[in-house]
C-alpha cells in the first residue's frame, strides 16, 4: 500500500529527462517522473521509488498495468503472427468483430488504431452515411460538436475544438463543424438543420474536468437526433469499457447512439485499438478502398481486444468501477467546502477535482502528489483528474486520498 520516498533524485532520473528533452518534440509536459516497470496500480521508477498511479493512461489502463490475462493474450499471439494489413484475411479479425458489436449491440465494426483515428473515421462515416442515406447535397455536411470538447488532435479535430492550445496556429481548418454549448438542448437542437448528419459527443467530457452533463440531457441528444435523422455519435474513448461504473457512458440515461466511438482500453494498455461501431445501415456505406488502415485490425490488437472484451463479458471491472467510485466520491465529497477544494465531479472511478487557488494550481498539487508517491495529472490549470486502474483495492485508494489530503492541508 505505501510508497517508498519520492523525493526528485540528482542522478538517473534527471539524466533520462534531460536526454529525451534533448531528443524529442516539446508536445508535452510530464512530471519529473522516470517510469522503468508497473504492475497492478503501482509504477515503480529509475530510482526504484513507486508510485500509485491514479491516471491510469487516461483510461487506457483500466486493467491494470501488466494485467496476465493480456499479457498471455499478447505474447501467444506474439508467436503466430502479429500483421498481415487487410490485404489478406486473418482468423482473429472475424470473431474480434463480433464480440466487439455484440458487446455494444450493434451489427457492424470498423477497427483502427488510435483514438483520433476513430474519430477521423467516425467523421468521414457520418458525412458519408448523410450523403448517401440522408441524402444531403455533397459537400454541405454538417456535424455537431459541444464546446469544450477533447477528441483529439488531429488538424480536423483540432478544427472544431475550443482549446487554444490544441487549436492555435494549425489552421487553416477544416469545415463542416458547428459548436453548441455542452449540456445545452436549447442550443443543439438549434444548430440542427437539414444539413446536419451526426452529433458528435462525449457523454462525459474528460479533457475539460471531468464535466458530467445535466441529468437528461444524453436520452434529451438521443430524442433529438432520432426525431430528425441524425445520427447519435457517442465518443466513449476515455467513458467507456467500464471506467464510469457501467460498460458505456450512456447507459447511465439507458441511452444507445448510433455510433460508438472506442479506444484507449479496448487495447488493454498493450497495444492500440480503437473501433467505431454501428449498425449496418451506417456503416455499410463503406465500401473497399474508401478508407482503411494498414495496422487496423491487426492480428496482435485483435487479440488483446479479444480479451479485454471477455473481460468485460463478465461484469466484474464494472461493478468494481461503480462500488470503489461510490466510495471514491463520497470520501472526495468530504473535501469541498473547506476551502481546498472547490467543486468534484465525474462517474464510477473517474473524478475532476477542482482545486482552491489558495491551495495551488493543479500542476503543483500533481507535483506534491509525486513527492507523496501519487501520480495524477492535470488540467485546464486549476482541475486534477482522478481515474485510477479498475484493478486498485480498496485500501490502495483509500491511502492515495489521505495523500490528497495531506497535500490540501499543507
Known amino acids: 500500500m505505501s510508497s517508498t520516498p519520492s523525493t526528485p533524485s540528482p542522478s538517473r532520473t534527471q539524466d533520462e529527462i534531460a536526454a529525451a528533452d ?54 501467444a499471439q506474439l508467436d503466430r503472427v502479429t500483421l498481415t494489413s487487410r490485404a489478406f484475411h486473418h482468423d482473429r479479425f472475424g470473431e474480434f468483430c463480433e464480440r466487439l458489436a455484440e458487446l455494444c449491440g450493434k451489427e457492424a465494426v470498423l477497427p483502427m488504431n488510435t483514438g483520433a483515428e476513430a474519430v477521423e473515421t467516425a467523421v468521414k462515416t457520418a458525412r458519408k452515411w448523410g450523403y448517401e442515406v440522408k441524402g444531403v447535397p455533397d459537400g454541405h455536411a454538417k456535424i455537431v460538436v459541444a464546446a469544450n470538447n477533447f477528441h483529439g488532435r488531429t488538424t480536423t479535430i483540432v478544427s472544431f475544438s475550443t482549446d487554444h492550445e490544441a487549436r492555435d496556429h494549425f489552421g487553416p481548418y477544416t469545415p463542416g463543424f458547428e459548436i453548441v454549448p455542452y449540456g445545452d438542448l436549447t442550443a443543439l437542437e438549434a444548430a440542427v438543420t437539414e444539413n446536419t448528419v451526426a452529433v458528435l459527443l462525449e457523454p462525459i467530457q474528460g479533457e475539460a474536468g471531468v464535466l458530467v452533463p445535466p441529468p ?171 481515474a485510477p486502474p479498475l484493478v486498485i483495492s480498496k485500501e490502495d485508494l483509500d491511502w492515495g486520498l489521505e495523500q490528497l489530503r495531506a497535500v490540501l492541508s499543507e
Open 22 to 75: 534533448a531528443h524529442s518534440a516539446h508536445n508535452y509536459h510530464p512530471l519529473p517522473v522516470v517510469v522503468a516497470s508497473a504492475e497492478g496500480a503501482w509504477m515503480t521508477d529509475v530510482e526504484g521509488r513507486r508510485f500509485l498511479d491514479m491516471l491510469a493512461g487516461y483510461s487506457a489502463l483500466n486493467f491494470g498495468h501488466g494485467n496476465r490475462r493480456l499479457i498471455d493474450a499478447a505474447k
Open 216 to 386: 437528461g440531457y444524453l436520452r434529451g441528444v438521443r430524442e433529438l437526433t432520432a426525431r430528425r435523422n441524425v445520427l447519435f455519435m457517442a465518443d466513449e474513448i476515455q467513458s467507456g469499457l467500464g471506467r464510469t461504473g457501467k460498460t458505456f457512458a450512456c447507459e447511465h440515461e439507458g441511452v444507445v447512439p448510433d455510433v460508438y466511438v472506442l479506444g484507449k482500453a479496448l487495447g488493454g494498455g498493450v497495444v492500440p485499438v480503437s473501433a467505431v461501431v454501428a449498425d449496418r445501415d451506417v456503416l455499410g456505406v463503406f465500401r473497399p478502398g474508401e478508407h482503411g488502415s494498414t495496422f487496423g485490425g491487426n492480428p496482435l490488437a485483435c487479440a488483446v481486444a479479444l480479451e479485454v472484451i471477455a473481460m468485460l463479458r463478465t461484469g466484474e471491472y464494472q461493478q468494481r468501477a461503480a462500488e470503489l467510485g461510490e466510495h471514491l466520491h463520497a470520501e472526495l465529497g468530504l473535501l469541498v467546502g473547506g476551502g481546498a477544494v472547490e467543486a468534484v465531479r465525474g462517474r464510477g472511478l473517474w473524478a475532476g477535482v477542482d482545486i482552491a487557488p489558495s491551495k495551488g494550481t493543479g500542476r503543483q498539487i500533481s507535483e506534491r502528489l509525486m513527492e507523496r508517491g501519487v501520480l495524477v495529472k492535470d488540467t485546464h490549470g486549476s482541475t486534477i483528474r482522478i
